[in-house]
């Protein structure tokens, strides 16, 4: 039996993209994308949302009175392909915030990022001395940071007041 079968192009890279008659294919933005390029445009999706979030933790940071560093994201072409290189210091820190009590080093993540950037995040030789905090702000609604706290003393992490942003004032909720 021979299915009626849709032939498209891919909006992107042109190629033949085939499905059953009747199939929902969702496009991305209207458009029509092979599954190489459905790929690529998720991660893209993806990077520019962290680089969002990134942007809206520095926000609370700078409305707490830090005076901020955030890692950079560059595209470049390598081999053909675009890959998108980060800044990260030490490949965890997307945040660092500078006060009169200290350093902050942050990692910003999503709830399924928690587990992988905490360990991460313990991985390291955090000085044990005081004037900086290591922590995780994980956002779980859009603005609104549960942190968590890293003790370089003993490894372990505690739960610190969830912060957000209204308007320029940053409240611990």
Do not use: Y
Not at 125 to 148: A, I, M, N
């Amino acid at each position: 039996m021979i299915e009626d079968v849709v032939v498209r192009l891919c909006k992107s890279c042109r190629r033949t993209v085939k499905f059953p008659a009747g199939a929902d294919l969702p496009p991305i933005n209207g458009n029509v994308l092979c599954l190489v390029c459905r790929s690529k445009k998720a991660r893209q999706i993806e990077q520019d949302e962290a680089l969002r979030r990134q942007g809206r933790a520095v926000k609370i940071l700078r409305a707490l009175g830090f005076v901020t560093w955030e890692a950079r994201s560059i595209r470049k072409k390598v081999e053909g392909s675009w890959v998108t290189i980060t800044s990260d210091l030490w490949g965890v820190v997307d945040v660092a915030g500078l006060s009169l009590e200290g350093f902050l080093f942050a990692q910003v993540t999503t709830p399924n990022g928690k587990s992988e950037r905490m360990r991460k995040i313990a991985e390291l030789p955090w000085p044990t001395s005081s004037g900086h905090r290591v922590e995780l702000w994980v956002e779980s609604q859009r603005g609104r940071f549960e942190r968590l706290l890293f003790n370089p003393s003993d490894r372990t992490w505690t739960i610190a007041p969830t912060l957000a942003l209204d308007g320029h004032l940053a409240l611990a909720l």
